[in-house]
């Protein structure tokens, strides 16, 4: 359990990195909700799964989809 | 006007100070931390003993629907006030032209065409996540789920309509003014349960629905009820907010 917790959190800090790196928007936003999961990993392995419930429907499906439907209408304009 | 090189250097130093407390709070925080196993806690016992009497087996429902429901309605509140302040910014200005369709089906732009793998998998996955989403509406008081969990995965089954390309079918599910009036009647629903509580056993949002039988579906009272009116303000908040994203007016008329 602690290997788990300790590799998870770790896994946190790199993928977070990760987002910070991506450059590509819509890459981006494809790692932030990678990213969002594996919090949600996190919240589960420190026994919150409703937290991390939460986090998975909102860092894993809402925010991506509010940022992809923006930015196909952001790319709409731009033409 | 500081050259490219210096500014990159004092973004740094701003990362560096920044990070630097970031991390030196993040290590006091740790030191400090109770340990995460402590459920023989007298906190702990006491929010499952609530729960019990509550008919609630899920404690974290029983805390955010009952002994905490008054910071869940600011939560609902804050939810109700970003999807009018978008629809307040992003609204129809004279002079600005509403598109009744997306831009990708707009004549003159290839709208690219969506993949036949995304559509079938998309297609796949909208009842099992409806059928989830229900699931989890009314499980709040039960197990995991309820509240705004419940909502936003309501929105995913739509958002997956949407992604197999059956736009108008999302827009006869979704009509902007039916959910104008679902976000603001579950919203007051939760004030005149609030109110109940007041009238009925004096304290606002207390518990004065029968509580039933622990376990059982129709159970605990107005935790199962306030759970049921949040994932309805959340879903209708979040498909607003991204519905008025969708529509935003792009074509503006130059004065004159």
Redesign the interface.
């Known amino acids: 359990m602690t290997v788990a917790r300790i590799l998870a959190v770790l896994l946190v800090g790199v993928l977070g990195t990760a987002v910070v790196l991506t450059r590509d928007t819509v890459h981006q936003a494809l790692v932030f909700g990678l990213f969002g999961l594996v919090l949600a990993l996190v919240f589960l392995l420190?026994?919150a799964?409703?937290a991390a419930?939460?986090q998975v429907?909102?860092s894993g499906?809402?925010v991506p989809?509010?940022i992809f439907?923006?930015l196909?209408?952001l790319?709409?304009?731009a033409? | 006007m500081s050259s490219r090189r210096t500014r990159g250097r004092r973004r740094l130093l701003v990362f560096a100070a920044g990070g630097g407390m970031l991390a030196l709070a993040f290590v006091v925080g740790l030191v400090d931390l109770a340990p995460?196993?402590s459920a023989d806690s007298d906190l702990a016992a006491a929010l499952v003993e609530l729960a019990v009497e509550q008919r609630s087996p899920?404690t974290?429902?029983g805390v955010l629907f009952d002994l905490r429901a008054t910071d869940t309605l600011g939560e609902a509140l804050a939810l109700f006030a970003a999807s009018a302040g978008l629809q307040l910014v992003l609204r129809e200005l004279p002079g600005e032209q509403r598109r009744s369709e997306?831009?990708?089906g707009?004549p003159g732009?290839e709208a690219p065409p969506t993949s036949d793998a995304v559509r079938a998998a998309a297609l796949a996955l909208v009842v099992p996540t409806a059928v989830f989403a229900v699931y989890?509406t009314f499980r709040g008081h039960l197990g995991?789920?309820g509240g705004?969990?419940a909502g936003?995965?309501a929105?995913?089954a739509l958002?997956l309509v949407f992604l197999a390309g059956r736009y108008r079918a999302q827009r006869h599910f979704a009509p902007d003014r039916q959910l104008d009036i679902l976000e603001a009647v579950s919203l007051g629903g939760y004030v005149v349960v609030g109110l109940a509580g007041l009238v009925v056993a004096g304290a606002f949002l207390a518990n004065v629905l029968p509580l039933g039988v622990l376990g059982e579906l129709v159970s605990s009272g107005t935790i199962l009820a306030l759970s049921l009116l949040v994932a309805i303000e959340a879903g209708a908040a979040?498909l607003l907010?991204?519905a008025e994203?969708?529509e935003?007016p792009?074509e503006r008329e130059e004065p004159g």
């Open positions: 420190y026994m799964p409703d419930l939460a429907v909102v499906l809402v989809l509010l439907v923006t196909a209408e790319r709409g304009r033409e | 995460a196993t899920n974290v429902s997306p831009r990708s707009a732009r989890v995991l789920g705004l969990q936003a995965l929105v995913t958002a979040v907010i991204v994203v969708q935003e792009l």
